[in-house]
């Protein structure tokens, strides 16, 4: 099949008709209010990348509690009801245009950025993170010590997605993301480093993902086998790019059986440059070993900015491709690879002096 032909394609994910293989991918845009209420704004951006012709967009992290879920200032929530019902506005801009929106449930944990409901950060167990907070998402400043989670507090936050996911789907959302990637809690508690429990949810691989799989569980048994739930991994963290899974391909093996076992319906997997061997010594991409072990939907996020590109992650393991940074430059990019349209290059500018949404990124009021 032709470059940019496969890529255009429907597909079907779990019960969602999607009307081609792109997916914008989750970025943090801070630009919900204070008190984490989604924004006309936020839909009139959503609702650009729907008519430029995503099939699905993810939307930027969410928290899930008043706890410590919270990974920077202005991030939206899900936490109540108001929150709920802000997020409509989103959904029904998105649904106008014939896409598909999942919300991305996230536990910042020990990296949060910036917290307006708490004081100190929480992680599997008492660490301080390396490197530094980023200023533009919170104080700034060296990470706190995190302190260790409880048996009970960890229920808590299990308890806190599965709310969150009900009230998304409440808000019109068409599924969930459980934000396993980046260095976030439930990731935390993968990696051996920031996880040195002495108890279930620590020591061997399988312990350690006890946490993402019970997440998992509680949230499909709240909403039901006809919403769409699906986990975004990761190697790299935000504080540590370089990171490897310590066992290469049979960490991955037990992952990614582990979590289809678990019955999700996508495997969101990010690196780097997604193209490229997930190990040293090892041929495969990680979407290629997902695709192997998963046995369920797979999503490449990395690196993508070409149909071309995209092409290359459909054929090395991925059903659908997730674009970020090319996507703000190009919200119309599926419509500009159907027309045989230059893809502009992205420069930055729109993150610039802060990440939050420009003007020139919102679709006109009047095409709502």
């Not at 006309?40 to 990348?49: D, G």
């Not at 008519?51 to 200032?73: A, C, H, M, P, R």
């Not at 499909?220 to 066992?247: C, D, E």
């Amino acid at each position: 099949m032709a470059a940019n032909q496969q890529v255009l394609t429907d597909y079907r994910l779990g019960e969602l008709h999607l009307k081609n293989r792109v997916v914008l991918a989750p970025m943090t845009r801070v630009s919900a209010t204070p008190d984490g209420l989604a924004t006309e704004e936020m839909a009139r951006y959503y609702a650009s990348f729907a008519k430029g012709g995503f099939g699905l967009l993810i939307t930027e992290s969410v928290y899930t509690d008043d706890n410590y879920s919270q990974g920077s200032l202005n991030q939206p929530g899900l936490t109540n009801e108001e929150q709920l019902l802000s997020w409509k506005k989103v959904t029904d801009a998105v649904h106008q245009f014939g896409s598909k929106i999942i919300a991305q449930l996230a536990h910042a944990g020990a990296l949060s950025q910036g917290n307006a409901h708490r004081e100190g950060t929480v992680g599997p167990s008492a660490y301080q993170p390396e490197g530094n907070r980023i200023a533009l998402y919170g104080p700034g400043g060296a990470y706190p010590e995190a302190k260790a989670l409880s048996q009970a507090e960890i229920k808590e936050i299990i308890s806190g997605f599965e709310s969150a996911a009900e009230r998304a789907q409440r808000a019109g959302f068409d599924g969930v993301e459980i934000h396993c990637a980046n260095g976030f809690l439930h990731d935390q508690f993968l990696t051996p480093y920031t996880n040195q429990r002495t108890d279930e949810y620590g020591g061997s691989l399988e312990n350690r993902l006890r946490f993402l799989i019970e997440t998992i569980e509680a949230v499909k048994s709240r909403t039901g086998s006809n919403f769409t739930v699906g986990i975004r991994i990761s190697q790299a963290k935000m504080n540590n790019y370089l990171y490897k899974w310590p066992n290469g391909e049979a960490d991955a093996k037990v992952i990614f059986e582990s979590l289809g076992h678990a019955g999700v319906d996508y495997l969101h997997v990010y690196e780097y440059n997604s193209l490229a061997p997930a190990f040293e010594d090892n041929p495969y991409t990680l979407a290629e070993l997902a695709r192997k072990y998963g046995n369920t939907t797979v999503i490449v996020n990395g690196g993508l900015s070409t149909a071309e590109e995209v092409e290359q992650a459909l054929n090395q393991g991925g059903d659908l491709a997730a674009l970020a940074k090319i996507a703000l430059a190009n919200p119309n990019w599926p419509e500009k690879v159907s027309q045989g349209e230059a893809i502009k290059p992205f420069n930055g500018e729109l993150l610039t002096p802060t990440p939050a949404l420009k003007a020139s990124e919102l679709l006109d009021q009047n095409e709502l």
